[in-house]
């Protein structure tokens, strides 16, 4: 184990945010992960896990340890005749992951190809998009429970999926740090292409058979149409969760806003936090170096020279005047460290 002092930490988020962790270490086995919380509980430093950095705001420095989950692997562990069980290690970056399947045709993950991030983040918020989420193709996970230093093995029921919510953003916050994730695959592929915008490209594209890579390829397109690469503009996707409201509230909206955008859950209506903020006047806006994307408002971004402290700001302003403007109390989705 290597701990090293004051390292930024701007090349470990997708924000580009210049903070300093005061220690800093890699964990590329579970016994450095041991070791490595060890070594803050003896010292009395607080633990920061960091996978890949897409889905954290910091505004300030870290003065604890910060652990960057390194852990590798891919393991096929058993099959039948309609599905294949991979264990995945928690550091594999997604979207490799999702690539490696779709080469294997192993199906049920190509409708989250380019999310940025690694494995082992993907269960902490249940990540989805274009009508498909982890827990349709999740088996179970190990995770390090923090206090114990023991493996213990997570269900799909022990996690608690919901939309944009796991066990371990609520209950089991900081306290498991998840080292690898088991997914059920299909060897037989179902697919996902009720949105519009996939049924838009596969048809310009002119797919007349659909594979798991051609809805692979379609959703590549669509988010790099709308989604600022962090590589060139500093963002960590939607700010905010789509906000779910009752259909009473929805059709009172709609008497006032009859294009507001909303989609019947089990909860009520969720309604489109992109639309919102849009309507509410804020997309396209910068404010110095940063700024709401102009092409996706559910999208804060740092231009280059920002400050995570700034998009604190902006974000309150934003959810302040979505709040005045239609009742509806914004919750962000990114994690504030
Ligand atoms: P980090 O940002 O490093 O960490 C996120 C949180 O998880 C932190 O609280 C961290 O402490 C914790 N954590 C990380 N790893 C572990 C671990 N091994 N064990 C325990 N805790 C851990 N998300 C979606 O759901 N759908 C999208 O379509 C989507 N699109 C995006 C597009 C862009 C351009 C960007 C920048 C982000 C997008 N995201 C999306 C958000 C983000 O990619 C996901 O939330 C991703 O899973 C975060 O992974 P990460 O490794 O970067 O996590
Ligand atoms: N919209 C606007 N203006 C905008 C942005 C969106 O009017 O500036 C409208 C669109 O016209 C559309 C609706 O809002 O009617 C939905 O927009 P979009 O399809 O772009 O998806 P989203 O709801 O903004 C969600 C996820 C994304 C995920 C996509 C695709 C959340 C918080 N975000 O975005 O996930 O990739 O759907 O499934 O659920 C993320 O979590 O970081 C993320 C990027």
Known sequence: MN??????????????????????TNADTVENL????????????????????????LTRDFEGLVVKIELKGIELIREDEKHIWVKVGAG????????????????????????????????????????VEIKDVFESLEALNRNTLELETFSHEDCSFGYRESVFKQKFKDKYTICSVTFRLNKTPQFHVDYGAIQDVLKEKGVKELSIK??????????????????????????????????????????????????????????AAGWLIEQAGWKGKRFGEVGVHAKQALVLVNYGNGDGAEIKILSEKVRQSVKEKFGIELQPEVNFI
């Not at 041991?34 to 705001?57: C, D, F, H, P, Y």
């Not at 779709?102 to 190809?113: P, T, V």
């Not at 790099?224 to 009473?248: C, D, R, V, Y």
Request: charged letters at 15%.
């Open 214 to 271: 051609a809805v692979s390829d379609a959703v590549i397109e669509i988010r790099n149409s709308k989604l600022p690469n962090p590589k060139e503009i500093g963002n960590a996707g939607s700010f905010f969760k789509n906000p779910t409201i009752s259909q009473s509230q929805f059709t009172e909206l709609q008497s006032s806003f009859p294009e507001i955008p909303g989609y019947p859950n089990e909860q009520g209506i969720k309604v």
């Open 34 to 57: 041991k070791n490595a919380l060890t070594w803050a509980s003896q010292n009395k430093q607080e633990v920061l896990i960091l996978g890949g950095g897409s889905n954290v705001l």
């Open 3 to 24: 701990i090293q002092e004051n390292i930024s930490l701007k090349p470990l988020n997708t924000f580009g945010f210049d903070k300093n962790a005061k220690f800093f």
């Open 92 to 131: 594999e970056v997604w979207h490799d992951w999702v690539i490696y399947a779709i080469e294997n045709n192993w199906a049920g993950i190509e409708n989250l190809s380019l999310i940025p991030g690694t494995v082992g983040a993907s269960p902490m918020q249940n990540i989805g998009a274009y009508g």
